[in-house]
């Protein structure tokens, strides 16, 4: 199943076959396709069309080549017809000079006037640029900057309105600057131009920016990913171009559409959240949810926020029994690995761990254990004999080498616990053998001292995990 965020099926190329087109989409997966609106009247005729369709949805307001024609009536009609309970989003705007088919200075003053208007409405903005990446961020930093403090009493001078969020859609940045718009709290999505040949940028984007802030669109009838290149694009398509971020991402089709339908639903309010799961399928590995308690406190953890783990939904309101995780499991053997890793610290349900992984051993099944470390200091005594013959791979957090900033990052007494956790390490190490350390990919903590500690010190392999 998956989301088109971004397919002008109002286009005149679909006059002659609009039916057909989405019958195809349907048929190919895609239970959503997002309509974004171009001027006042492409924006009227989108909401028609989804009107007529339970799964069309559309975006209001002015693209950057109509900027001129968007005059202060037709922007309050905007604003009206963004009340429509179809209507999604404002878009899609912002700066094109590559075409500048509006005088540049009318973009920009139209641009910050459907930013606020998507403010005002509390919707999300659908945003277009074009050779203009850098003029379009500094107006939406300026509106997100200016938002920022609204709570405070320095009001005033502050806009009354939420930070707006958004999209940066067909997205033709480098990395550095899909962090920027990551870090303004956008998404940045990628078109069939990250399936062409000579698309070094966009593979670059899609293999190194975690999956969680990308949404996919097609852009129809624009941009067809290969093997339909130059001919007019369509909903349908959808798949090859998620089939392309998977393999860059070395996740799964079900990985990708699952992901990306979780920041639609977030961004847009399409579909509907996940429940929340004692099992979780990525690749082609199972992870167990035993708990979502945590000895520690991470301070780039979401234990406590919406505790969603590449769109599956982590929150559970209760534990499970070790007999209701066995029966979510099914054949151990149709996964490459059982492995023990929620939102919390699994070795605080020891007993679980160790009765589902003696039956999944018992059932030809691999079993890996992602934990802090911290398991011997949890249960008051070694622990690392009771897994002997049950656990066959370790992962540990090293997260820094500095007992300081380890209990700065995980909110806890370092002194204390760094000890321990290396202690529990090399007697991984020692007692089960296949054990790997990572750290948090940030700027401040040393990788180099992390690898030559673990390599060295420890015997154990090192890895580095993305901070998102
Ligand atoms: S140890 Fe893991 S589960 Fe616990 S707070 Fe840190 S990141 Fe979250
Ligand atoms: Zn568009």
Known sequence: MFIDSHCHLTSEQFNADRDAVIRRAE?????????????????????????KYPNIYACVGFHPHDAKKAKDKSLQ????????????AI???????????????????????????????????????????????????????SAAGWRS???????????????????????????RVINMGFYVSLPGVVTFKKADLAVEVASNVSAEHFLLETDSPYLAPVPFRGKRNE??????????????????????????????????????????????QLRNSLYINLTIRCNADCVFCDRKGEAVIKGHNLRIDREPTAEEVIAEIGDP????????????????????????????KANGGRTRLNTDGHGNVINKRNIVPELVGLIDAVSISLNTTDPH???????????????????????????????????VDLDDVDKEQ???????????????????
């Open 27 to 51: 048929d190919a997966g895609v239970h959503a396709i997002i309509n974004p609106g171009t001027d006042l009247e492409d924006s009227k005729r989108a909401i028609e069309v989804a009107e």
């Open 77 to 88: 009609e905007i604003e009206e017809l963004s009340r429509h309970p179809k209507v999604v």
């Open 91 to 145: 878009g899609e705007i912002g700066l094109d000079f590559h075409y500048d088919f509006s005088p540049r200075d009318v973009q920009e003053s139209v641009f910050r006037e459907q930013i606020a208007l998507a403010q005002r409405r509390n919707l999300p903005i659908v945003i277009h640029t074009r050779e203009s990446n850098s003029e379009t961020i500094a107006i939406v930093e300026e509106a997100v900057s």
């Open 153 to 179: 009493d320095k009001v005033v001078p502050h806009s009354r309105y939420p930070a707006p969020k958004g999209v940066f859609h067909c997205f033709s940045g480098d990395v550095a600057m899909a962090w």
């Open 235 to 280: 909903p349908a398509y959808i798949p090859l171009i998620a089939e392309k971020i998977a393999a860059l991402q070395h996740l799964s089709v079900e990985d990708i559409s699952r992901i990306t339908n979780y920041s639609a639903f977030r961004l847009f309010g399409i579909g509907e959240e996940d429940a929340a799961r004692f099992t979780y």
């Open 333 to 360: 053997k149709k996964y490459e690995e059982i492995v023990f890793c929620g939102y919390g610290e699994p070795t605080i349900r020891l007993d679980a761990i160790k009765e589902i992984s003696k039956w999944v």
């Open 405 to 439: 900033q380890y209990g700065e990052l995980m909110r806890i007494d370092g002194e204390k616990f760094f000890p321990a956790m290396i202690d529990f390490a090399k007697e991984s190490v020692r007692l089960l053998g296949k054990v790997t350390m990572t750290i």
């Open 450 to 468: 992390a690898r030559l500690l673990v390599e060295n010190e420890i015997g154990a392999t090192f890895q580095t995990r993305p901070f998102f």
